[in-house]
């Protein structure tokens, strides 16, 4: 399933839980595709508290506590990390993180913990949502198969990567534009992970985060930028994005665009995909000023330009999913929908849900 839906059914689950009808959630994947960054982005939308507890770090006395004698019986002392109303809040997320990576004996003790949201003596808080998360056994993790007694007791989601939800969630969160503009040009590399050659450095949604931040750190250093990248997505990621990076040099002025001035259209496709990305982070600068309307208006007269009417589809795609629906009222909108008439566009005219890395 898509993350955007993914994030639905994890929004849902958790406003359950105010309802009686929550049920614990499970979400399969491989690594680097957002299953923890989902979890944080409900968390941080409803501004509650997610405590994130890693079974595979633990013994099963770690969940159960620690025995003590009062008088003539023996009390457990609850474990101060397990949600509390008092100390955490009424509401909030119980995130098992890793359990696949568990050893039976710790994914035993957890059964009651999750199904009855109980342990012992202690019990869950009713408005806190228990979500978990872990690998696949073919993903080349340390995992354990999950016993059937304990898959019973979760709904289970299998997390896949989707570019547009990615690319949502980059510009939301100041995601370098050449990073967003690269994998609209090669869509095949937000995630090429194969599982039988074991790499150490791969491309994920999770790891294009972090080519962003090694721009961010080694972009005055070329002698460095090179291996930075491909420490963080692999020799083919790293050289690819180094070099659509430098062929950046030819791209048209985006100031002028902007204001314009300018409608020159470069004929290269990556340089469309790079000038179609830095005007969407254009717009998300421009919401909200005083030239907003004059920025959308330009940026969207520039879209009806495009060789490829797809290209001008996409451009606006991204941008009313990242600037809102006031796209559609302006004259200049109305006047690049006639030119692509003939163009399928599937979710544009819904205002689709929020996007997610998928860590």
Known sequence: MRPALILAVLEREFQSTREGHHTPVMLWG????????????????????????????????????????????????????????????????????????????????????????????????????????????????????MPAPLANRFSHFSVETHLDDWVAWAYANNIDERVIAFLRFRPELLFDFDPAHNPVAFPSPRSWEFAHRALAKFGDRPELLLGGLEACVGPAGGVELKAFIDNLDNLPDIDAIVNGASTTVPKETDLQYAVAAALVGRAIRAKGSSDEA????????????????????????????????????????????????????????QKPPAAARTP
């Open 30 to 145: 491989p690594p680097g595709v957002g299953k923890s960054q989902m979890v944080a982005q409900v968390a941080r939308k409803y501004s509650v508290p997610v405590i994130d507890i890693r079974l595979s770090q633990m013994e099963p006395t770690d969940l159960r506590g620690i025995p003590f004698r009062v008088g003539d019986v023996v009390e457990w002392a609850i474990p101060a990390m397990l949600p509390d109303a008092q100390r955490h809040g009424a509401e909030g997320i119980l995130f098992l993180d890793e359990i696949t990576s568990a050893a039976p004996t710790v994914s035993a003790a957890a059964y009651q913990l999750i199904l009855d949201r109980r342990l012992g003596a202690y019990q869950v808080p009713p408005h806190w949502a228990i979500f978990a998360a872990g690998n696949r056994q073919g993903d080349r993790g340390v995992t354990y198969s």
């Open 294 to 349: 004059k920025v959308f208006g330009n940026i969207l007269d520039y879209a009806g330009r495009f060789p490829s009417r797809e290209m001008g589809v996409m451009l606006v795609s991204d941008m009313q999913r990242a600037v809102g629906e006031k796209l559609f009222a302006l004259p200049q909108f109305a006047q690049w929908a006639k030119k692509i008439a003939s163009v399928m566009i599937f979710d544009m005219w």
